[in-house]
């Protein structure tokens, strides 16, 4: 599925040249559950990156189902994470002013499916990651193993072949990040598995491989199960989201957060007020200034003066006024 050879990754800044990580080497297939882990640093963050295609390598060749990626484009990459890679983060990256229900049907949305289309899917996903009793439920009221869950049950239903997960553990006490990891090895049987994590003894029971960086190489590569399915690959379906869905999302996103909608609606009742009255003070000032007789362009304001003006309402002369 995923193939590395001598890649390396440097960062170039300011004339100063970082290294991500150098020279690896690896093979990686379907139904492998594969943990990264190394000290802070050792280029397991670079690594994950490079390969959901987030970021761009330097230098050997990424194969992609037997596709060299060297080439590849901003826009190819882009297309290559919409159809094969499911992210999961240390930090959740969740919606918090959506419920687990909405989370969970961004994903679907995105991609194009009509809503009529999602609800079962949704539940039924909801439903394995055992959160139904809170599918209505604002994400930010929910716990950190439960917060993952959600995590876990949007990047389940890209149904995507990879799921790439960066350290998803590091902010769940231990009871809770045991759970997290044994309901990803659960969801995502036939799938290719990429955690980074710190807790080997937590992953031990289910990795496939395990390697270890350091420094920007790996420097052990341990492949401690053999997983023995056929390599079949299945794209992410996916299309452009839809144009009602569209305007749904943002109706959405501009109502679902009360005060924030509230705070919104305030400011701009405050600056129509503000553009409204300087204006009626301009306009005041000016009748007062014509009612004392003071006229930029008509010194003149009698009643009974003459006003000629050309039929097509040029100037007379070329000059401007001063
Ligand atoms: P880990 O995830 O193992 O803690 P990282 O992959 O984040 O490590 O970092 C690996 C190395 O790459 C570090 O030396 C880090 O300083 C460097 N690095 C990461 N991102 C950047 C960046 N955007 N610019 C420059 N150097 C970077
Ligand atoms: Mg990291």
Same mark, same amino acid.
């Given at each position: 599925?995923?193939?590395?050879?001598?890649?390396?990754?440097?960062? &170039?800044?300011?004339?100063?040249?970082?290294?991500? /990580?150098?020279?690896?080497?690896?093979?990686?297939?379907?139904?492998?559950?594969?943990?990264?882990?190394?000290e %802070?640093g050792?280029?397991?963050?670079?690594?994950? *990156?490079?390969?959901?295609?987030?970021?761009?390598?330097?230098?050997?060749?990424?194969?992609?189902?037997?596709?060299?990626?060297?080439?590849?484009?901003?826009?190819?990459?882009?297309? @290559?994470?919409?159809?094969?890679?499911?992210?999961? /983060?240390?930090?959740?990256?969740?919606? $918090?002013? &959506?419920?687990? &229900?909405?989370?969970?049907?961004?994903?679907?949305?995105?991609?194009?499916?009509?809503?009529?289309?999602?609800?079962?899917?949704?539940?039924?996903?909801?439903?394995?990651?055992?959160?139904?009793?809170?599918?209505?439920?604002?994400?930010?009221?929910?716990?950190?193993?439960?917060?993952?869950?959600?995590?876990?049950?949007?990047?389940?239903?890209?149904?995507?072949?990879?799921?790439?997960?960066?350290?998803?553990?590091?902010?769940?006490?231990?009871?809770?990040?045991?759970?997290?990891?044994?309901?990803?090895?659960?969801?995502?049987?036939?799938?290719?598995?990429?955690?980074?994590?710190?807790?080997?003894?937590?992953?031990?029971? @289910?990795?496939?491989?395990?390697?270890?960086?350091?420094?920007?190489?790996?420097?052990? *590569?341990?492949?401690?199960?053999?997983?023995?399915?056929?390599?079949?690959v299945?794209?992410?379906? @996916?299309?452009?989201?839809?144009?009602?869905?569209? &305007?749904?999302?943002?109706?959405?996103?501009?109502? $679902?957060?009360?005060?924030? /909608?509230l +705070?919104?609606?305030?400011?701009?009742?405050?600056?129509?007020?503000?553009?409204?009255?300087?204006?009626?003070?301009f306009?005041?000032?000016? @009748?007062?200034?014509?009612?004392?007789?003071? $006229?930029?362009?008509?010194?003149?304001? %009698?009643?009974?003066?003459?006003?000629?003006?050309k039929?097509d309402?040029t100037? /007379?002369?070329?000059?401007? +006024?001063?």
């Amino acid at each position: 599925m995923l193939k590395l050879k001598d890649v390396s990754k440097f960062y &170039y800044n300011k004339g100063l040249i970082a290294t991500g /990580f150098t020279k690896i080497n690896l093979e990686l297939k379907m139904g492998e559950f594969v943990v990264i882990t190394g000290e %802070s640093g050792s280029g397991k963050s670079t690594l994950l *990156n490079v390969l959901s295609g987030l970021d761009s390598y330097e230098e050997g060749e990424m194969y992609i189902n037997g596709e060299e990626t060297s080439h590849y484009t901003e826009r190819d990459f882009e297309d @290559y994470r919409r159809k094969y890679i499911a992210n999961i /983060f240390q930090s959740f990256n969740l919606v $918090n002013s &959506y419920t687990v &229900y909405q989370n969970v049907e961004l994903v679907l949305l995105l991609n194009g499916y009509k809503k009529s289309q999602v609800k079962q899917k949704v539940l039924d996903m909801i439903e394995k990651v055992g959160l139904t009793e809170f599918k209505n439920t604002k994400v930010s009221k929910l716990s950190g193993g439960q917060k993952q869950r959600v995590a876990i049950a949007r990047a389940m239903i890209k149904e995507t072949p990879i799921i790439v997960a960066d350290e998803p553990t590091g902010n769940l006490d231990s009871a809770s990040s045991k759970d997290v990891i044994e309901l990803l090895k659960k969801v995502a049987k036939d799938r290719l598995v990429i955690v980074v994590t710190h807790n080997i003894e937590q992953v031990e029971e @289910y990795a496939t491989r395990i390697i270890k960086m350091h420094d920007g190489r790996i420097i052990e *590569n341990k492949e401690i199960r053999k997983v023995d399915i056929p390599e079949k690959v299945e794209e992410s379906k @996916y299309t452009k989201i839809t144009t009602a869905n569209k &305007y749904r999302l943002g109706i959405r996103n501009t109502f $679902n957060i009360v005060p924030k /909608f509230l +705070l919104l609606f305030a400011v701009f009742l405050f600056i129509t007020v503000a553009l409204l009255s300087e204006y009626a003070s301009f306009r005041q000032t000016e @009748y007062e200034a014509n009612k004392a007789g003071y $006229n930029v362009f008509f010194r003149d304001l %009698s009643e009974e003066r003459i006003i000629i003006k050309k039929k097509d309402k040029t100037a /007379f002369t070329r000059r401007r +006024l001063r």
